[in-house]
């Protein structure tokens, strides 16, 4: 789906008009790959770690970001190229822990990002420096909640 929506000729034309919805969700790890291709990339592919989930960590603060990318104004070249910079500096902090895991919903322009972060500030300064931030930031919309695992509400519960 992620091919057809990128490679149309009206999608290369006009796609930062069109809207698409779908509920599917592919592991981040394979969209880097994609774009690493697509921009023809020959330095090392980077390693896809298993995700860092771990429910039982009562000292773990896990943060859902889902970053809604626009790109009103620029060519999808230019987007693909900032998105690959995201990508490439994702798969590397899912590498050292800050990420648990991510995805991206197929055919749109949506990511969903778990962190587990000492603490909101972290989060915030992080949010302030990654590359689509930086480069498209006025386009971007993100959304945040706090993360409590179903396994550390039920003990709370009980508790």
């Known amino acids: 789906m992620?091919?057809?929506?990128?490679?149309?000729p009206i999608m290369k034309k006009l796609g930062d008009q069109v809207t698409i919805k779908s509920s599917l969700l592919r592991p981040y790890y394979s969209w880097y790959k994609e774009l690493?291709?697509?921009?023809?990339?020959?330095?090392?592919?980077?390693?896809?770690?298993?995700?860092?989930f771990?429910?039982?960590?009562?000292k773990a603060n896990y943060y859902l970001v889902t970053?809604?990318?626009?790109?009103?104004?620029?060519?999808?070249?230019?987007?693909?190229?900032i998105w690959y910079q995201e990508a490439l500096r994702a798969v590397k902090a899912k590498n050292?822990?800050?990420?648990?895991?991510?995805?991206?919903?197929t055919?749109?322009?949506?990511?969903?990002?778990?962190?587990?972060?000492?603490?909101?500030?972290?989060?915030?300064?992080?949010?302030?420096?990654?590359?689509?931030s930086k480069e498209i930031g006025d386009r971007v919309k993100t959304d945040i909640k706090v993360v409590i695992p179903y396994e550390q509400f039920l003990s709370m519960l009980q508790g």
């Not at 690493?36 to 860092?52: A, F, G």
């Not at 626009?70 to 070249?77: D, T, V």
């Open 67 to 81: 970053m809604d990318i626009g790109y009103e104004g620029l060519k999808q070249e230019e987007l693909l190229k």
């Open 54 to 58: 771990d429910p039982e960590n009562a």
């Open 96 to 105: 050292l822990g800050h990420v648990v895991d991510i995805f991206k919903v």
């Open 36 to 52: 690493k291709e697509r921009l023809s990339d020959d330095s090392e592919v980077l390693e896809d770690l298993p995700s860092k």
């Open 107 to 132: 055919a749109e322009r949506l990511v969903h990002i778990i962190f587990n972060l000492p603490n909101a500030g972290a989060l915030d300064k992080l949010m302030l420096n990654v590359p689509l």
């Open 2 to 8: 992620d091919k057809i929506s990128f490679d149309s």
